[in-house]
């Protein structure tokens, strides 16, 4: 049986699940076809969907972006059991305003110079298309699903667990 997926245009629902979720695995494209992934620390996301992570100006990724803009991001809350892929666009931003106004302290491991850093550039992304996956955490519920699985021999079908969110052009 084909999933059913509810549609939406409101980025906002997006942007409220993974708020609390500072971690994104981001992927971008290496040597024109090859996906390379790597955790990034998410800036507070804009309610417009605009999302910004810190880096370096000379890292690979800014390299990798150069050539393809697209980027896929995965955020996971296990313990929510909640699970979030964007895809979107990246650009980089080197605005010092821009950077000192999203500063935090916890980011000097990362830049020991602090915000005026000249290797420090932002990456700004815009999302394009979202999924998110998010179902009840009982362990009952979860107790029940197995139980059923194993009795009937058929797969529970969750209710309203996934959500595309596409945002117009």
Not at 6 to 11: G, K, L, N, Q, T
Not at 112 to 134: R, Y
């Amino acid at each position: 049986m084909a999933d059913q997926v509810a549609v939406s245009h409101d980025v906002s629902k997006l942007v409220e699940k993974i708020k609390d979720i500072k971690i994104a695995m981001m992927t971008t494209i290496e040597n024109g076809h090859e996906l390379h992934s790597r955790p990034m620390y998410t800036s507070q996301p804009e309610e417009n969907g605009t999302l910004w992570f810190f880096t370096e100006r000379d890292s690979q990724k800014v390299g990798e972006l150069e050539k393809d803009r697209h980027v896929n991001l995965g955020y996971a809350s296990p313990s929510d059991n909640l699970y979030v892929a964007i895809t979107g666009t990246a650009q980089v931003v080197t605005d010092r305003a821009k950077i000192k106004e999203l500063w935090s302290e916890g980011l000097r491991g990362w830049f020991p110079s602090g915000s005026d850093d000249p290797n420090i550039a932002l990456l700004k992304v815009t999302i394009d298309k979202g999924e998110f996956w998010d179902s009840p955490n009982s362990t009952l519920l979860r107790a029940y699903t197995y139980v059923k699985a194993v009795v009937t021999g058929e797969r529970d079908q969750p209710s309203a667990d996934r959500q595309s969110v596409v945002i117009p052009k």
